[in-house]
């Protein structure tokens, strides 16, 4: 027992001082990153350690840490290598270099990181090996997986946070994949997922989102039906602006042009054409680059829904793929329109849909058709027939979500041209449900019911009372 006390009270001072000592390189470095580079280095070492006392600790403590370093001084931008160094000025070379080192330790770094989730998520047969040659015990395959985890967060965090930064491709592929994962319960699939979703919804130049994109459509294609759904929901998240839309800066406000000789009004009248014109470039390429990124993402997108679709055996995945062509209706090419109205047919004829996947199908159709396929001379009464069934699967149970569908598709069967005897007997259908439901529920049913009734003044003859009932 007393050696026991003493060995654990020499690991503890022993931790002690990696902590202090991983605590002054990290200030160092922070403070003035410029002269502190090579310590980066010696971090690195306290990464890699293999010292028996307590590795596992400090190896954590120093990734942490180089995580949080690098969080706080890597750039906003990304570094290009400059070929004609001779031509720049000292502090452009002095900046250069600064940018170079750093570069190449971070490289280093997620090297590291990478090679350690390696080793802790092999695949059963390479556990199986590894354990056949090393006879490594299960206490050391638990702490590998949990180095790896946390590397794995360390990882979603420099993307997250650095993803205009270089090696974001690198980051990219590595992670996507575990996305799809169920290793560890789920567990890397939320991280990896929610890390997604935030840089979708902060990604404000697309690039890195038509990166993930691109990645998750591959893993769908090669896997099929066995990706987590978690994976393919991320898509609904992706963020998609109007196409055409420019932000234009605002005009620096310069002095009268009273207090300007003739000499000088003539001058910045020649330095605004310029600028105007410099404007109007940028922003024509910036509309550019915005326009073909988001093409991009929408036909990777689109392509991974319908191939979701054409998988009529395998649909743990249709409600997801069911609902990302709801959301982006209004943004599918019309390209896509004969093929989409067959699929979603055939869907409807052979699977077993739930309310909210049906009602998905037909948002999806009535979207197209109030849009971009309005002069499309499409039958729509199966899908019109679908949706007046829909309704009577309705309770006070149904989720709110449910209902606000219902409205989003209602909506736009009223931009569709439909005879009025279907349109009277929605109305009708509508007002039947509505005397079944929560109050609240009610009134949706109702509202929607008197823009039908707006819609056509003939639908108002329904209301009329007959003066002769009841007279002999």
Known sequence: PQAVAELYSLRQQYIAAAKQDIAKLCCAITADPYNNIPAMKKLRHYCSTEDCKAGQTIRKLAILSLTAVYNDILPSYSVKPSKELESLSKEVKVQHSYETDLLRNYRVFLDLLFDNMNIAFQTKKEKEKVKEKAKVSSEVLEARRNLGLLCLKCMAELLSKNYNFNLRSNLVNTLVPYGGSKIMGGQLADIVTSTIIEIFGKDKKGECSVEIVRVIASIVKKKGSNVNGKLLECLLHVRLVELGEV?????????????????????????????????????????????????????????????????????????????????????????FFTDLFECLKMIIKEEALSLSDSLNCVSTIFTILSGQGSVLDVDIGEFYSLLY????????????????LLKQTLSNTVKRKVPLTCQMAMVKRLCTMALHLNPQQSHIFLCEAR?????SPRISQMLDSDEEFGKP
């Open 451 to 455: 823009k039908l009734i707006r819609s």
């Open 389 to 404: 069934q829909n309704i009577l699967l309705f309770t006070p149970d149904t989720p709110n979500s449910t209902f606000t």
């Open 247 to 335: 932000r234009r800066e605002k005009e620096e406000k310069l002095p009268d042009t009273a207090m300007l000789s003739k000499k000088q009004r003539k001058h910045r009248k020649e330095q605004a054409k310029v600028r105007k014109e410099l404007l109007e470039a940028e922003a024509v390429e910036s509309k550019k680059k915005q326009s073909r990124l988001q093409s991009e993402s929408l036909d990777h997108i689109f392509v991974t829904y319908f191939r979701v679709l054409k998988q009529l055996n395998d649909t743990p995945l249709l409600p997801i793929a069911l609902a990302g062509l709801s959301k982006f209706a209004h943004l599918i090419n019309v390209d």
